[in-house]
Structure formats: C-alpha cells, structure tokens
C-alpha cells in the first residue's frame, strides 16, 4: 500500500497484478481483489498508453470478480473500463464523454442496484472518475458538480492509488474553476496544494509531478509552466504532459502578452494533442482538433514518439529492463544514495501519520 510514496506508479503496478495472482492461488479472495484494483488505479497514475493491456486486464478481474462473488469489484472494473471507452471514444463510449452510462457501466443502474455503504462507495468512486474525464475533457460544468459530490468524503483513503486519482484530478479541477468561479472550491484548492507539496518535500516521485503542475496552473506564469513541462516530461507522464500543456496553451490565448517567439499557444497546443494521442485518448484529440483550427493537421505533423508503447507493454510484461528489474533511479545502488532515499521514504511516511490534512 505504502510504495508508491517512494516509487513511481510505472515501477509498482507489475507488483500488484502479481500480488494479485498469488493472492488468489492462495485463497486470499478479498486481497487478490484488492491487489487487482490497485493495478488498474495504478496503471492509470503511471500514464501508460491505454491501448496496451489496460482493457483485457480489466475484462480479467471483472470476469474473476464475477465468478467470486464480490459485486462491488466489478463495479470498479466495469467503471474504469467506461472511463477508458470514453477516452478513446468510438461506439462503446458515452454519449457524452464525461459521464458514465456506456456499453461497460451504466451509472444510475449500478447506484440503483447497491444499498448502504457500498452505494456510499461506489457514488465516491463514480464521482471520482467523471472528476478525472471532466478535467481531461475540460467541462467546468462537470467538474464543479463533482466537486460538490466528494465534499462530504474525507481525505484520507488506505488504497494510496485510488486517493492519487482523487487528489491528482480533485487539485486540477480546484486550480481550473478558482480562475471562473471564484473561491467556490478554495478549501480543497489549498487542502490538494498542501497534500503534495508535503509529499513533494519528502522525495515522492508521484508527487512532485502533479505539485508542479498544481502551482502553475494555481499561480500561472511562463516560467511556472516551464518548470512543471520540463519536470513531467523528465517523469515521463503522458496525461499529465498533456493536460499541462494544454493548459499553458490555453493561459497564452486569453494572456497573448506573455507570447514571445520560442512561446505560443499553438506550439503547446500541438504538443497537449501529440501527448493525448501516444497516451490513446483519441476522443480527446478529436475533441482538440474540433476546438482549435491550428490543430486540424497536427497529428500528421507528429514527431516521433518519445515514449514508446513498445517498452510500456514489455515492462507490464514482466520483461527485465536493462541493468536490473527495477529503475535505477528508484533503487539507486550508492549506499550514501540510498541512505538518503530511506530517510525520504521515513519523512513521507511520517507526512501521513502527522499532516493535519489527514
């Protein structure tokens, strides 16, 4: 559960699927599940392209939640597949792209199917998912209605993957609307920037990139983009790469005076739309393309991709990187490095035992 405050998404989700497979050789019913969701959340934090394995794993564990009974897993594999149907767009998507009523997931069927603590559950789940479709697909109407549907739920959540989803888009969404609708949602604006800042602080690498991000589109300016592109590049996030340069390009049209020749909207534009498109969020490359004349020839202007979906798919394979199992930037051999990283990992864990935003 704790991992993730020390390493990186990409390096931890091969864990939990196996988690998940020995759990379940083992009788472990309830933690197989539990490992099976946390791969999927996990996938999605890690940013890998969601037309390698997401999909047929999703099938797995719904099929294996099925079979085992326990109907409130199959509603999270079943609404996380929704989510990516819609990204991708085509006939098994929503009507609309930020709601939840597709060929995978029915909304208002499953919450009228549940009672008690598990509609209490599966109503926080929904609300966070269409949070993170109505950022990425930019509905202000849509992400203040979600908004005011996890206010009543606290902070804190054990599955650190699935409160990474929430905080990530729950920040985003926060620092988009304080800029239209005022201080509405200033609570949580301050509550998510305090969250990863202190995470941040400690050397989390899921954290810093999203902390980054939070503070420029919070406080925008040419450098705060600046910083936040070159430091989610570095972290190799398509989604959030993308959604941070949309975002810049976005701020340079309603602030043209901060253009200059090596900065303008179009260039990050294009760039927001190269990353959607290596990360599969087809919908929302039409949706781009549709909003901006600029964009109408971009993909075929497209370099080469700099992450290829090639090494995504062998890592979740289980294919050995070169040098080791594990990134060396996660595990670093220097004994005086690692020391350092140990006392990070101690101070992150501390964060969560002490921070008052628990």
């Not at 005076?257 to 927001?272: F, R, Y």
């Not at 971009?298 to 890592?315: D, F, G, N, Y």
Request: glycine share 6%; net charge neutral.
């Amino acid at each position: 559960q704790l991992v993730p405050l020390w390493t990186p998404y990409r390096d931890v989700v091969e864990t939990y699927m196996e988690l998940n497979k020995q759990s379940l050789a083992l009788g472990a019913i309830d933690l197989c599940m539990a490992a099976g969701m946390l791969s999927m959340y996990g996938f999605l934090n890690a940013s890998f392209p969601l037309g390698t394995l997401l999909e047929p794993k999703l099938i797995l564990y719904q099929e294996r939640a099925s079979d085992l009974g326990r109907p409130t897993f199959v509603s999270v594999f079943s609404m996380i597949r929704q989510c990516l149907y819609n990204l991708q767009g085509g006939f098994k998507a929503s009507l609309k792209p930020t709601e939840l009523n597709g060929e995978a997931f029915d909304e208002e069927k499953v919450l009228s199917n549940c009672q008690g603590p598990a509609k209490k559950m599966n109503f926080r789940d929904i609300s966070m998912v269409r949070l993170k479709l109505a950022v990425i697909f930019d509905d202000l109407e849509a992400m203040d209605e979600m908004l005011d549907r996890l206010e009543p739920f606290p902070v804190h959540d054990i599955p650190l993957a699935r409160q990474h989803v929430r905080m990530v888009y729950v920040g985003f969404a926060c620092q988009i609307l304080r800029h239209k609708l005022g201080e509405k949602h200033a609570k949580w604006a301050e509550l998510t920037m305090r969250f990863f800042e202190k995470l941040a602080s400690f050397g989390s690498p899921n954290a810093q990139p999203v902390y980054a991000c939070l503070k420029a589109i919070g406080n925008p300016s040419v450098a705060a983009f600046q910083e936040a592109i070159q430091i989610v590049g570095n972290a190799g996030l398509l989604n959030l790469d993308a959604m941070i340069n949309e975002r810049f390009g976005l701020w340079l049209l309603e602030n043209p005076h901060a253009c200059v020749d090596e900065v303008t909207p179009d260039d990050h534009l294009k760039c927001a739309i190269w990353c959607y498109h290596d990360w599969g969020a087809t919908a929302k490359v039409k949706q781009m393309q549709s909003k901006h004349e600029c964009l109408a020839a971009a993909i075929r202007e497209k370099p080469p991709s700099q992450l290829s979906a090639v090494r995504h798919q062998t890592a979740m394979l289980g294919v050995p990187r070169v040098g080791g199992a594990t990134s060396t930037s996660s595990y670093p051999t220097d004994p005086v490095e690692e020391s350092s990283n140990k006392t990070k990992r101690f101070g992150a864990l501390t964060c969560l035992r002490k921070a008052s935003i628990f």
